[in-house]
């Protein structure tokens, strides 16, 4: 797998989906007419993005809501699904807060899951059982794996308390790799491939429920302070399109019916809401001392 360099990622790959998932299966909306073009969605890799019955499921949501078909676009990276949105190749796509401070003058909000109360949520450092730690310190001369190059979580965090040290993920790790999925993360924390790693903490707490033996053969070191949930998000030039501000209000109005309440709870979210720009303002904080610092 590839190393992280010593520099920022290039301007054209910054990330996110989060977690590639279930929004809605049944009853809502009417069906889409044959024949149409597909509204194209983007998802990046995270959580449940290898189950195939929790895509239809999203993909069943947004057809009933919008009367459309739509077609779910997957890559493996986060600069993929960047490239694809700022070419206008897709309607919108579940990104991170890290590709979006990049880019928030190209891209508009469309919606953000609130979790646990709030539209918020943490790192995780994680390491092997067979390695204690208490904070970031103690990961010295650890083997770490990333996410990706273009995740807040998954990345730029740690990226951002090393520099705040003096660091850089080279001089103070032996070995680094990126996963490309949170979830990537942690097996190969458990595993022992790596001795810790950065990681996205809904993802850690999702798969506690689901496949508590990744997270039982781990520990949290330490969580990060509280940035705004990974959006969905459209070009600004496409906002004026039905499709597109249609994908918001399906969103957010999933709440609003008993199959979006089930799907919510399917993701362990609250609801999703509108949000604006000032969201991810410490997610921009870091990212520009990060840069700073190179």
Request: charged fraction near 20%; aromatic fraction near 10%; charge should be positive.
């Amino acid at each position: 797998m590839p190393r992280p360099r010593g520099g920022m990622p290039t301007r054209l790959t910054r990330r996110r989906l989060l977690a590639a998932g279930a929004l809605a299966t049944a009853g809502v909306g009417v069906r889409p007419a044959r024949g149409e073009s597909p509204i194209r969605f983007g998802l990046t890799p995270v959580v449940l993005d290898s189950d195939r019955q929790f895509q239809a499921d999203f993909r069943g949501a947004l057809e009933r809501a919008l009367a459309q078909p739509v077609e779910l676009v997957q890559r493996r990276s986060y600069q993929e699904i960047m490239a694809l949105l700022l070419s206008g190749q897709l309607h919108a796509a579940w990104i991170c807060g890290y590709p979006y401070v990049q880019y928030a003058s190209r891209l508009s909000l469309l919606a953000v899951p609130v979790y646990r109360g709030q539209p918020l949520y943490q790192s995780y450092l994680v390491a092997n059982r067979a390695r204690p730690a208490a904070a970031l310190e103690d990961l010295r001369g650890h083997v770490h794996a990333f996410s990706d190059p273009d995740s807040n979580s998954g990345y730029l965090v740690t990226r951002y308390l090393l520099a705040r040290m003096g660091e850089t993920p080279a001089s103070f790790f032996r070995e680094t790799f990126f996963t490309y999925g949170h979830r990537n993360v942690i097996r190969a924390v458990a595993a022992g491939l790596a001795d810790s790693g950065s990681a996205e903490g809904y993802v850690w707490d999702v798969l506690s429920e689901i496949e508590p033996q990744l997270t039982q053969a781990c520990h949290v070191v330490s969580r990060s302070d509280w940035f705004g949930f990974p959006p969905v998000a459209a070009l600004s030039t496409r906002m004026h399109e039905p499709a597109v501000r249609g994908i918001g209000d399906a969103l957010t109005g999933l709440e609003g019916s008993d199959a979006g309440r089930r799907l919510l709870d399917l993701l362990r979210f609250d609801r999703f809401v509108a949000v604006g720009p000032e969201h991810y303002a410490r997610i921009a904080e870091i990212s520009r001392f990060v840069e700073m610092q190179s």
